[in-house]
């Protein structure tokens, strides 16, 4: 069974930086797409960024461009996503999402919505900003 696993989340103030990483654990079957979304209460999940564990190709939401970066470790079947020049509205909690079987591909990201259709999720970790 295919579990994610998030870590890296906390408090910080405006303009600061964390670090979020998901690994994966029961599928090193083949490359696939995991990524990030993030939730406040009474609002729609809302995708920051994911990535394609073949080849690197990425996706970011408009409102993270040039302020987070995601990247792989194959090796450990891990992601991060390193989250600098934080502001007080990236407070949410953030979730680790992947598409093992290609059926969504970057449209899970990219369409709003469209993240009903990824099966595997993690718990989720709570990033807080203050300002």
């Known amino acids: 069974q295919v579990q994610l696993v998030e870590s890296g989340g906390g408090s910080v103030q405006a303009g600061g930086s964390l670090r979020l990483s998901c690994v994966a654990s029961?599928?090193?079957?083949?490359?696939?797409?995991m990524g990030w979304f993030r939730q406040v209460p009474g609002k729609e999940r809302e995708a920051v960024a994911a990535?394609?564990?073949?080849?690197?190709?990425?996706y970011y939401a408009d409102s993270v461009k040039g302020r987070f970066t995601i990247s792989q470790d194959n090796a450990k079947n891990t992601i991060h996503l390193q989250m600098n020049t934080l502001k007080p509205e990236d407070t949410a909690m953030y979730y680790c999402a992947a598409d093992l079987y290609w059926r969504t591909g970057f449209e899970a990201w990219a369409d709003p919505g469209r993240y009903r259709d990824l099966e595997v999720w993690g718990q989720g970790t709570l990033v807080t900003v203050s300002s």
């Open positions: 990535i394609y564990t073949g080849d690197g190709h990425t």
């Open positions: 029961g599928y090193t079957y083949r490359s696939y797409y």
